[in-house]
């Protein structure tokens, strides 16, 4: 995630001239969408900190949390043994689910469809997950029993799960149940160690001991990148700028006084200046999701001493005044927008995007670091994904001449079989639990819900960057499966260019038009000889849908439309 020594992907082989491909940024660079989006049309950018603006270097960082939840354990009367558990970072991935009754850890699809499923570090097979889920299936509404782990900071509660369910199964000083562990006349229910991981997963959080070991050690935990700084003023010229956080403003303060400080030596591509300079509105303690909803009283931060104000702030918006708790409508208030003109940038699915989403109508940029290393595999093992595809089509071509009056079964047990290792070669290139995307050619539900409720991914807010504030980020056209089938000639580049001819002759060329006000305007005419991404996004080569010009779309009766959503 924020290691500093991660490989990065391989490079791809050069695109032939006239592929589209050829247009695309560096993948480390991009940024990948969900939703159509102009950047133009965005006047505020918010910020979450934690694993957004302040990345944590990995695993250093959750070997630190580990520990200091093992210890908790142990202090409320956990054995000593389990401090020997060591955090491994290959074991858990992001969007996994905790089944309080039985102590599984289960990897599941949008459905609900079970997709892989451990106990402790044992991966079970046929028989043993039919024996706890009869349809390889599970009710994700009932929220009493399965609990989503989707953040950066559940990889270690999920791990740390499993350490636990390994040491009980395996002591014989316990005897297993299906439910939980059984040791003279007491009874320790897989329920309440949820509850136990849970409220150590607080008490590290809450109490600041985390935050302490971290702040004693900010070049080990947490990266430090000069361009933050350099973008962040970009982004005030052409709009404003806020941080929305959890954490409290002592933390908040000093982690982003480190990121923002190059006065050691470290080269930083503007000149040095307080970190709140950068931030139009500051808000800590926000409590999210809560923050989206009714919010909590705003207070004012004294941020000589740290502590809040006494009474509800009531005031205008004040220059590099620190505010705490408030809601997602105080921010609209104080800065003067409404929710689409809001880019709200986080790593957390449901706390930052899902909720900013759905109650505000934000647009969302989700922080997923695990894309460097997701890219890498599916660069280097792209012939794995390939090979599903074919025995895909193997299974077509046996299937083809058949119909309900045939008489024959062809065997496809051992197409089955193949399929069944190429999904299990294809997972473990990425890590014990797979991807966190899919499972062979199936979606996880974390996949889900990032194609869902964020309108833009990559794996850092910094590739912003490399885009040109004008740029309109076009999703691409997602087939159902019966469109899927009807085969579409594609243009390459050059039958593309003379196609639009015509149209060129009458609009002018899209790279001319220059859109916005101010410094947006000279930006996009310093960008015009840049590379646009071709897929998903309009660019000069590129054929516009019908009526579609430079970010505007206009149906037949000439009324127009927004270029992203409806």
């Not at 499993?162 to 009874?187: E, I, M, P, Q, W």
């Not at 995007?353 to 989700?366: A, D, E, H, N, P």
Request: charged letters at 25%.
């Amino acid at each position: 995630m924020g290691s500093e020594g991660e490989r990065a992907p391989a490079p791809a082989p050069a695109p032939a001239p006239g592929d589209p491909r050829a247009l695309r940024r560096d993948c480390q660079h991009r940024i990948f969408v969900n939703r159509s989006l102009a950047l133009e049309k965005i006047k505020c950018f918010g910020f979450d900190m934690d694993y957004t603006l302040a990345m944590y270097k990995s695993p250093d960082y959750e070997e630190l949390a580990f520990a200091l939840l093992l210890e908790h354990l142990v202090s409320i009367g956990y054995p000593h043994e389990i401090l020997a558990y060591k955090y491994d970072p290959t074991f858990p991935t992001r969007g996994l689910v905790f089944d309080a009754l039985y102590g599984n850890l289960l990897k599941v699809d949008s459905h609900g469809n079970l997709l892989v499923c451990a106990h402790g570090f044992r991966f079970l097979k046929g028989a043993e997950i039919l024996h706890y889920y009869p349809n390889k299936f599970i009710q994700r509404d009932d929220m009493k029993r399965f609990h989503i782990l989707n953040t950066l900071f559940n990889l270690t509660e999920a791990h740390l799960y499993a350490c636990l369910v390994d040491f009980f199964t395996n002591c014989s000083r316990y005897v297993n149940c299906d439910t939980g562990y059984k040791h003279g006349n007491l009874f320790m229910s897989f329920r309440s160690m949820f509850q136990d991981v849970r409220e150590a997963m607080d008490s590290v959080h809450l109490s600041g001991c985390l935050k302490e070991k971290t702040l004693e050690n900010l070049e080990k935990y947490v990266v430090k990148d000069p361009r933050v700084p350099l973008l962040l003023s970009r982004m005030k010229e052409v709009g404003k700028v806020f941080l929305a956080t959890n954490s409290d403003y002592n933390y908040t303060d000093a982690i982003m006084s480190y990121l923002f400080d190059f006065s050691d030596g470290d080269k930083a591509e503007t000149p040095q200046r307080p970190w709140r300079s950068y931030f139009d509105l500051i808000v800590v303690d926000t409590r999210k999701p809560l923050f989206f909803a009714e919010g909590t009283v705003l207070r004012q931060v004294n941020t000589d001493t740290g502590k809040l104000r006494i009474g509800t702030y009531t005031g205008p918006l004040q220059h590099c005044a620190v505010y705490s708790g408030g809601s997602s409508d105080v921010v609209c208030d104080l800065l003067g927008v409404k929710g689409k003109d809001i880019l709200y940038m986080g790593d957390h699915i449901f706390g930052d995007i899902l909720k900013s989403k759905k109650r505000q109508g934000w647009r969302t940029f989700l922080v997923v670091p695990e894309l460097a290393r997701e890219l890498q595999v599916w660069t280097e093992k792209s012939e794995l994904f390939e090979e599903l595809r074919s025995l895909d089509l193997f299974l077509a071509e046996l299937y083809q001449h058949l119909d309900s009056g045939s008489s024959e079964r062809p065997d496809i047990s051992s197409i089955k079989r193949r399929i069944q290792k190429v999904t299990h070669e294809m997972d473990m290139c990425y890590g014990k639990m797979g991807s966190l995307f899919r499972c062979g050619s199936r979606q996880t539900l974390f996949a889900n819900q990032l194609m869902r409720y964020a309108d833009l991914y990559a794996a850092s807010f910094i590739n912003f960057l490399y885009y040109p504030f004008s740029y309109l980020f076009r999703a691409p056209p997602v087939l159902m499966a019966h469109e899927s089938t009807v085969e579409h000639g594609r243009l390459d580049v050059g039958e593309a260019g003379t196609a639009l001819a015509p149209w060129l002759a009458q609009h002018g060329h899209p790279g001319q038009q220059v859109g916005g006000r101010g410094l947006r305007s000279r930006r996009a005419e310093e960008s015009q000889h840049q590379q646009p991404d071709a897929g998903g996004v309009l660019c000069p080569l590129s054929p516009p849908p019908p009526f579609q010009v430079a970010g505007v779309r206009r149906d037949s009766s000439g009324e127009e439309e927004d270029d992203g959503e409806a």
